[in-house]
């Protein structure tokens, strides 16, 4: 098999891997890099030959794996969508709201590159998807040759899958985004031990040290207690969150301490995606059983879209309670930025990070902020101070470098191919794997450089 690495560079960026396997062309993900804009966020998709590509296989649907997928359907509308059931039903409404926010960037910034596709070429995507059941090996056909598609529930987000292709005998595995504990909302991974020809693994925390007494469940405590101090103090917490997956984390959060009685009796508000993707979560629940969230959640906690227009930043916000709002880094232009704006300069409220933070994102800017410092809002002509409280929670999407190292041990790969983390990551990866596996061996693609494995 033959990989090339479309992400223009050696980072998280766009996800992006082109495969010659046998007579067989297959893309694993086709994402759009989340801190660049206009053309230079997709991958090198000009080395996929048109109308070449057999298969497409979706791992998740965040935007970094996703968000380029309609211009490769159109340049290969023969090529089959690979994905879960789950994945299936959600992604036409995330590409959906990708189609909006790039219109909506094309008005403010002028980029003229946006949209990259419009809402009708949606439908085109939708006609290829190709949803397989999880676990359950699935043969194809062609080209005088025969390929298998497995793919396993990769815990991380709501219909993420690792992918294993079997090709002659070989055997290639790709964890996607891969977590391992179970979260609120979705069991984690369960991926298969076996031996491996090739491994290609993700890499994100590969510069994040384990803290074992940072545990999923003693960071969850410490922000229900947060939130009640916050709301106790008369003040408002907002939550910044991904509105795929975070979100509804947050809001199985909420619910169970709820049903405990140990939330603040308050208003609870969260951005439009975020609660339309809780109805899609339910109907995945109930078509699929992959997915614990169910309706009753938002109905129970009374949780609301955030409506109405915004008032001028620094003044505080009218109505107290709890907002779990997009984006999760703060990204200019998001509801949970532009309500930031209303918090920050009071101290009774607090602003919580649930996941990671770019440190060139307002919200990793803002967590490098020290109490008292001044933090911009450019786009508003506004200069907040910093005297909320500013918290971040432990909660991370992806597995412990530990548990992937482990993981690639227990395959005993031949070949072990790193993607999807910025260099510090990759390099720590490069070196724990020589010691830990010394027969294999281990490569950082170089972008858009063809390599065998
Ligand atoms: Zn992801
Ligand atoms: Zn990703």
């Known amino acids: 098999m033959k990989i090339t690495d479309l992400n223009a560079e050696n980072d998280i960026g766009s996800n992006c891997l082109y495969l010659e396997v046998g007579p067989f062309r297959v893309l694993v993900d086709c994402g759009v890099h989340p801190k660049k804009a206009g053309k230079a966020s997709l991958p090198v998709l000009s080395k996929i030959p048109d109308g070449t590509l057999d298969f497409i296989i979706l791992t998740h649907c965040h935007l970094d794996h996703v968000g380029a997928l309609p211009l490769v359907i159109r340049r290969n509308p023969q090529a089959k969508i690979l994905c879960s059931a789950a994945s299936a039903m959600l992604v036409k409404r995330i590409l959906r709201n990708s189609v909006t926010v790039m219109m909506r960037q094309r008005e403010e910034t002028g980029i003229k590159d946006y949209p990259f596709y419009t809402y009708e070429e949606l439908d085109r995507v939708e006609s290829r998807l190709f949803p397989l059941p999880l676990h359950g090996s699935r043969e194809f056909l062609g080209r005088g040759d025969r390929i298998s598609v497995t793919l396993y529930p990769a815990g991380h987000v709501v219909g993420a899958v690792g992918a294993l292709i079997e090709h002659k005998g070989r055997r290639h595995f790709f964890t996607g985004d891969v977590l391992f504990l179970d979260q609120n ?153 532009r309500i930031s704006a209303n918090l920050l300069d009071h101290p009774r409220n607090t602003v919580a990070f649930v996941g990671y933070c770019d440190p060139d994102t307002p919200g990793g800017r803002l967590l490098a902020a020290k109490p008292g410092d001044e933090f911009e809002y450019p786009h508003l002509e506004y200069t907040a101070k910093v005297n909320a409280r500013v918290e971040r929670f432990h909660m991370s999407g992806h597995a412990d470098r530990e548990e992937l190292v482990q993981f690639a041990k227990d395959c005993t790969p031949k070949h072990i191919v790193l993607t999807h983390g910025d260099p510090p990551a990759r390099e720590w990866f490069m070196k724990t794997l020589r010691a830990e596996i010394p027969g294999a061996k281990i490569t950082d693609p170089a972008p858009g450089v063809p390599f065998e494995v």
């Not at 795929?244 to 199985?252: D, K, V």
């Not at 993707?277 to 609301?304: E, P, Q």
């Not at 999760?328 to 998001?334: D, I, Y």
């Open 185 to 337: 909302t979705i069991r984690g991974a369960a991926f298969p031990r076996e031996p491996l020809d090739t491994l290609v693994t993700e890499t994100t925390r590969g510069a994040t040290p384990h803290h074992p007494d940072l545990t999923r469940a003693m960071e969850q405590a410490r922000l229900l207690k947060c939130i009640r101090e916050t709301i106790a103090g008369g003040g408002t917490m907002l939550i910044a969150a991904f509105a795929f997956g975070r979100m509804q984390e947050i809001l199985m959060l909420l619910h169970a301490a709820w049903e405990d009685d140990l939330l603040p009796d308050c208003p609870i508000f969260c951005s439009g995606l975020g609660v339309d993707l809780a109805d899609y979560f339910d109907m995945i629940s109930r078509k699929t059983g992959t997915v614990k969230f169910r309706r009753h959640v938002m109905r129970d906690l009374n949780a609301r879209p955030l409506r109405g227009k915004f008032v001028e930043p620094g003044l505080d916000i009218q109505e107290r309670g709890i907002y779990v709002l997009s984006s999760g880094m703060l990204v200019e232009n998001t509801p949970a930025w």
